[in-house]
């Protein structure tokens, strides 16, 4: 059982897994993000080819626009809502977008000199921030180059709140848990600020269906809560996707770069994880599921075994392949240590030296019928054959009717009836190739 992590870039600490056992292996993602942003950086997967990829889909429909002008409209709605003397409040989970978004507005009002208090969820979100300071190492390059002049985590004008500042007069800007609206104290600020219209709402990322944060998104202004309470909603609503979950684009991305042999999808909507499924199939021709929530789904492996390979062979195989439009295939023996811990493809000395054997001398006798040239005519016409497709360099030896091809194999007259190929130790495979030319100009000569 091998199981190795990767780097997720979704919130601090988030990983990928692959986990392989023998031959097989599968690769799940959770949640992740392949664009970089200001505290984490990206994804990233080696090329590792598992069985199954089994991926998030959130947002499997979603093609995000350019992050920085997000950002810049973003940070001009927020000055805007303010400068009109009104409150924004930005529903966010503890770990992740509020961390993002605190640098933002941090660094902003830096460069703009503004003193209007910025708080945060007391409890798990300033948490949070303490965690990021302690595992600084884990962020983005960005962070990691600045952290020795100043820790970007170490806000000056992002301040815990206290359940009483809802009721303060003036305007503030509120990160509040949790991220959709659904209970906690963003519900409950949301509740005292909804019915002002100088006030505002940002909901940066993803709700689900049924939840508040999901109702402002699809333009509800009259909510209904359990308790038989009716909210008229006054204030501004925004929807501005700073979610750390890829697009669209970036599963893609992963799959592309993950190279699976089956994707599986999971936490997503199904009618866009059916669209996303017939985009991956289309585009990178992988098959792609994606089960109902308790279906049980079963997909079929090749097996596979490692083979090791000396460097000696593969050079001298390599070193065969001078003509790419027709390769030799190379051959070789097949060593299994005994313990079956390892098996191995060596050169044929390499196994006798493993071994310890002697080599055997080994003869093979081909009866073929010639032209009346004899032999010496064969040989000719076998040297033209070879001259021909190119496959192989010949010449005769000097005073000789030795064919000699590519200095390695002889072709030798041995009498009146016998010609013999003398070569190396592994080079069969180059031998298999001549006895085929040699088959060919046989019938060639016999041919009336």
């Known amino acids: 059982l091998r199981i190795k992590p990767y780097y997720a870039g979704h919130v601090l600490g988030a990983a990928m897994f692959e986990i392989r056992v023998g031959h097989e292996s599968v690769v799940y993602t959770g949640d992740f993000n392949m664009t970089p942003d200001r505290h984490l950086g990206p994804a990233e997967i080696d090329r590792c080819r598992p069985d199954v990829l089994i991926s ?12 920085r002008a997000r950002e810049r409209d973003f940070l001009k709605k927020v000055h805007d809502c303010i400068n009109n003397g009104g409150k924004v409040l930005i529903p966010v989970f503890a770990l992740g977008r509020a961390q993002e978004l605190c640098i933002l507005l941090e660094s902003y009002w830096e460069r703009m000199n503004l003193s209007i208090p910025i708080y945060v969820s007391k409890g798990m979100a300033e948490k949070a921030v303490d965690y990021y300071k302690l595992f600084v190492t884990w962020t983005s390059e960005k962070i990691k180059k600045t952290f020795v002049k100043r820790n970007m985590f170490d806000f000056k004008h992002v301040l815990p709140f206290e359940d009483s500042f809802a009721d303060t007069p003036g305007p503030m800007v509120v990160f509040a848990t949790p991220g959709m609206l659904h209970s906690g104290q963003s519900l409950k600020i949301f509740k005292k600020w909804a019915t ?37 909603v006054k204030l501004s609503v925004e ?27 999971v936490h997503g909507e199904d009618s866009k994880m059916e669209f996303l499924k017939q985009k991956v199939e289309r585009m990178l021709s992988i098959p792609v599921l994606k089960p109902r929530n308790g279906q049980n789904v079963a ?9 090791e390979t000396s460097p000696q062979l593969l050079k001298d195989s ?73 496959r192989f360099q010949s010449h005769f030896k000097s005073g000789t009717n030795d064919l000699i091809i590519d200095n390695e194999v002889i072709l030798s007259v041995y ?34």
Request: glycine fraction near 6%.
């Open 56 to 67: 998030e889909s959130t947002y499997a429909t979603t093609i995000r626009d350019s992050k």
């Open 196 to 232: 002002n219209e100088k006030n505002m709402v940002i909901m940066p990322g993803y709700c689900v269906q049924g939840t508040v944060g999901s109702k402002l998104i699809a333009g509800v202004r009259k909510l209904d809560f359990e308790n038989g309470a009716t909210l008229e």
């Open 239 to 265: 929807y501005m996707s700073f979610s750390a979950h890829a697009d669209s684009k970036g599963i893609v991305q992963l799959i592309r770069n993950c190279d699976p042999r089956h994707v599986l999808f």
């Open 299 to 307: 997909v079929n492996t090749i097996p596979s075994i490692v083979i």
């Open 318 to 390: 390599l070193s065969n392949f001078n003509h790419p439009v027709d390769p030799d295939i190379f051959q070789a023996s097949l060593f299994v240590d005994k313990n079956l811990k390892s098996i191995e493809l060596l050169r044929s000395d390499e196994v006798l030296k493993r071994m310890e054997w002697e080599p055997h001398q080994v003869e093979f006798i081909l009866d073929v019928g010639v032209c009346e040239g004899g032999l010496n005519c064969l040989l000719e016409q076998i040297q033209q054959e070879m001259y021909e497709t190119g």
């Open 415 to 448: 009498s009146e009836k016998e010609l013999r190929v003398v070569f190396q130790r592994g080079k069969i495979g180059m031998v298999t190739n001549i006895m085929k030319i040699l088959k060919d100009c046989t019938t060639l000569s016999l041919s009336p």
